[in-house]
């Protein structure tokens, strides 16, 4: 039998990737392809280049937000990526064939408003660009396109996976949660209807999926921040355990 792994978007809620991968390690579980949105990406791109969870934590960890986050003073975004170029330079392989498995990073063309799954060839710009929030980061410029974050219409990248294996398994980082908290600015609204719209979309991959990681507790953190670095990562590595059982059942372990 062979099983994917999706790993959907969520930004600085990645570090809960790193939990659910050290779960799916101790409970024996393979994964033959592994697709990644934003910060699934990164997760992806790190694991598959041959680091442990927990040495990606404690790499992630090392750094710091205004490491992660540089203005941009030209171009179209607030942000460079400059901090996860140098990231990937040094701890990720270059070409995705230079990685343990298949791997699948999910773009947004600007121009023509499609999807494009980049799964071959050198493998850092389609990571940053699937990490490119759009307005927040600089849009990313490879061939004659430009591309954005893979969120903004495939956050949990099942789709890619589901024709090359039999069973998927996705770990949702945006589970649709009821908030509480008064919107009484701008940037609160404009966060929140991004995140509803994100949802939207995630859906039609959600029903694709064999099974599904997420819970409420991921809610709680912070999109935009990295505190409660160690709470993220128990969350991940809970949420697996917590459908152990299931997944021994669903696998046939």
């Known amino acids: 039998m062979k099983v994917g792994l999706a790993l959907g978007g969520g930004a600085a809620r990645g570090v809960i990737h790193l939990g659910a991968l050290k779960a799916f390690e101790e409970l024996g579980i393979h994964f033959d392809a592994v697709s990644g949105t934003s910060a699934g990406s990164i997760a992806g791109a790190l ?28 171009g179209v975004g607030l942000l460079t990526h400059s901090y996860l170029r140098q990231l990937l330079k040094k701890y990720a392989k270059e070409r995705f064939e230079d990685l343990t498995r298949p791997f699948y990073v999910t773009t947004v063309n600007l121009q023509t408003g499609r999807v494009r799954v980049f799964s071959e060839g050198p493998m850092h710009e389609p990571v940053v660009a699937s990490s490119s929030i759009p307005m927040l980061f600089k849009v990313v410029r490879i061939g004659e396109y430009d591309y954005v974050d893979g969120g903004l219409r495939m956050n949990l990248p099942v789709r890619p996976l589901r024709p090359l294996v039999d069973k998927v398994i996705a770990v949702n980082l945006m589970p649709l949660v009821q908030s509480e908290r008064p919107y009484s600015n701008l940037w609160s609204v404009a966060a929140r209807v991004f995140d509803i719209a994100v949802i939207n979309n995630i859906a039609v991959d959600y029903y694709e999926a064999d099974l599904v990681i997420e819970s409420e507790e991921f809610a709680r953190f912070n999109k935009f921040s990295f505190q409660e670095m160690e709470a993220r990562f128990a969350a991940g590595y809970d949420a697996v355990m917590q459908k152990a059982d299931t997944l021994r059942h669903l696998l046939a372990l």
Do not use: T
């Not at 280049?49 to 404690?58: A, L, Y």
């Open 47 to 74: 694991y598959l280049s041959g680091w442990s969870p927990d040495e990606i934590f404690d790499i992630v960890k090392e750094s710091k937000v205004l490491d992660v986050v540089r203005p941009s003073l030209k």
